[in-house]
């Protein structure tokens, strides 16, 4: 039984990580390499601060873990040293905790009973160490294999994207017995995981050893595939049993503003791949390259992908880097309009923040001015808050800039190709809607992940992936669903 005064008796420590110098001088993890035995010691006494609460609000799928995640129980397990049972509780809700366990927010740990009033408790349980080190401990004892299934059923099912949506519905669909062909029009398997997350965020080895277990179980994975481009959706609606569209929120949100055509003005989801690239060993066009080396640089927006771009900038050695953001700087401590267990409105310092650049609030850029075609200076004023921002007389400034970046947020899937040839109705976000079981307008197709809710988190992918990969189960085998070997679509990319 846990110990309900636990978190008494031994402090809350987070994961260890390594010193700026040392990361700044390389893309690995963020986090130093514990020895196994020391990370098992750790986090095995962290554990003992979980209360095992008789409502335990961590594992609530509305104001905890989206995941529905078992928290007290593997707490409970860690703490008595059971990693293999702990692994096997983790793996009941999640497919893929190593995503979750390095990337997630963790809404579970501001949702934790021992987050309310934590000068007195010491704060929440370090929920999110925990996940990592279990999964990290279960394939270092090579307790994580393949899991093919029992029976076949005959049925074909295409999942198109290789997100974390995508992949948490091929593997339970693949489980479950159907065959499944995730397609992807990218080189590589992974959705952002593989291109937008930093590798300092997420090493991609993490992401292969995945991959490597999915196909073992049966999970035919096809890249430089683009449905509704060189691969047709009559094919798939012709050859398959059902559809499970995943291909994220893609549509980027645009800075209308006087000067956005000069050249050194780019997206980040233009900029962040190329690193990803680079680390992956591949060679990037110098004609299109973009780097932050010896310029100075301007983040534009505040929030988790503009964090990832300082990061990676400040990797690439530039001059300087700013961040602006256009709401105005949250507070410190959980603002009093999120009161627990929601989400807290606060102000967060991701690894990145620690490690350099300038990060201001309130700003809302008004143009950019440059010579002989590229950037080199953004303006801008300080404005008032949303949703008007007004902007402040006498508060405009300019300054220096080689490089900008825009990190403004999604507007959504992209809708030429793919979503307009399959015809699905969008929701009034522009997302694919769907109903309560994940179908689109459009029968046999599903829709999950930032493509059905806008974008999101890895955590809400790999829920989502999770539920319409049991609403397709469900509708397989309950419809007539006719069978037919899907195999014109494959073909068509290997010719
Ligand atoms: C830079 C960045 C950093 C982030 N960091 C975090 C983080 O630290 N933690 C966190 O929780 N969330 C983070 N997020 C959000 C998170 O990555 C997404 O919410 C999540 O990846 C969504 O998963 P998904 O499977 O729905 O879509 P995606 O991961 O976007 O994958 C969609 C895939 O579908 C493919 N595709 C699209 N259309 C087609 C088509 N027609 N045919 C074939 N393939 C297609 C795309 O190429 C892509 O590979 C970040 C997002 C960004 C942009
Ligand atoms: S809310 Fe916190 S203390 Fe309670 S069961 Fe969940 S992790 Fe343990």
């Not at 190709?417 to 307008?441: C, F, W």
């Amino acid at each position: 039984m846990a110990d309900p005064t636990g978190f008494l008796k031994v402090p809350k420590t987070e994961a260890p990580k390594r010193p700026v110098d040392d990361r700044l001088g390389d893309w690995h993890e963020v986090y130093e390499r514990q020895s196994p035995q020391d990370r098992a010691a750790e986090v095995s006494q962290q554990a003992r601060r979980c209360m095992d609460c008789g409502v335990p609000f961590c594992h609530s799928e509305t104001a905890g873990c989206p995941l529905g995640n078992l928290i007290p129980e593997w707490n409970d397990l860690v703490r008595r040293g059971r990693w293999n049972a702990a692994s096997e509780r983790l793996h009941a809700t999640n497919n893929f905790p190593e995503f979750t366990g390095r990337l997630c927010p963790a809404p579970c740990e501001a949702a934790c009973v021992l987050s309310i009033g934590e000068d007195k408790t010491g704060g929440s349980v370090t929920i999110k160490r925990i996940e990592n080190t279990i999964i990290d401990q279960a394939w270092q004892l090579g307790i994580v294999v393949p899991q093919p299934a029992a029976i076949t059923t005959g049925k074909n099912v295409a999942v198109v994207g290789s997100g974390p949506a995508g992949l948490a519905a091929a593997q339970q669909l693949c489980r479950a017995g159907h065959a499944v062909v995730v397609y992807e029009k990218a080189d590589r398997i992974g959705g952002l995981l593989r291109y937008g997350i930093p590798q300092f965020k997420m090493e991609k080895h993490i992401i292969d050893r995945r991959l490597e277990q999915m196909s073992a179980e049966g999970v035919s994975f096809v890249t430089g595939a683009e449905v509704g481009k060189n691969i047709s959706v009559e094919d798939l609606r012709r050859d398959c049993d059902a559809i499970v569209l995943a291909g994220g929120a893609e549509q980027p949100r645009d800075l209308k503003v006087p000067g956005r055509e000069l050249k050194g003005i780019h997206f980040a989801m233009e900029y962040l791949p190329q690193q990803n690239r680079r680390c992956l060993g591949d060679a990037v066009d110098p004609e299109t390259e973009i780097l932050a080396t010896g310029k100075r640089v301007i983040i534009i927006g505040g929030g988790d992908t503009g964090a990832d771009c300082l990061g990676t900038c400040h990797r690439q050695k530039p001059l300087s880097v700013h961040q602006f953001e256009i709401m105005p700087k949250p507070p410190d401590e959980r603002s009093p309009l999120t009161p627990w267990p929601m989400w807290p409105m606060q102000l967060r310092i991701e690894g990145a923040h620690e490690e350099g650049g300038i990060r201001d609030w309130s700003i809302a850029t008004t143009k950019f001015s440059g010579e002989v075609g590229s950037v080199k200076r953004l303006h801008a004023a300080r404005v008032g808050p949303a949703p008007k921002f007004e902007p402040i007389p006498g508060s405009d400034f300019t300054m220096d800039a080689d490089l900008v970046l825009i990190a403004m947020g999604f507007l959504g899937p992209v809708r030429n190709g793919m979503i307009e040839q399959l015809g699905v109705a969008l929701d009034p976000r522009g997302n694919v809607a769907t109903d309560r079981n994940y179908m689109s307008s459009v029968p046999g197709v599903f829709a999950a992940g930032d493509m059905r809710r806008g974008q999101s988190l890895v955590v809400w992918a790999i829920a989502e992936g999770r539920k319409a990969a049991a609403a397709v189960d469900t509708y397989l085998r309950s419809s007539a669903v006719r069978s037919a070997p899907q195999i014109s679509a494959v073909q068509q990319i290997a010719s």
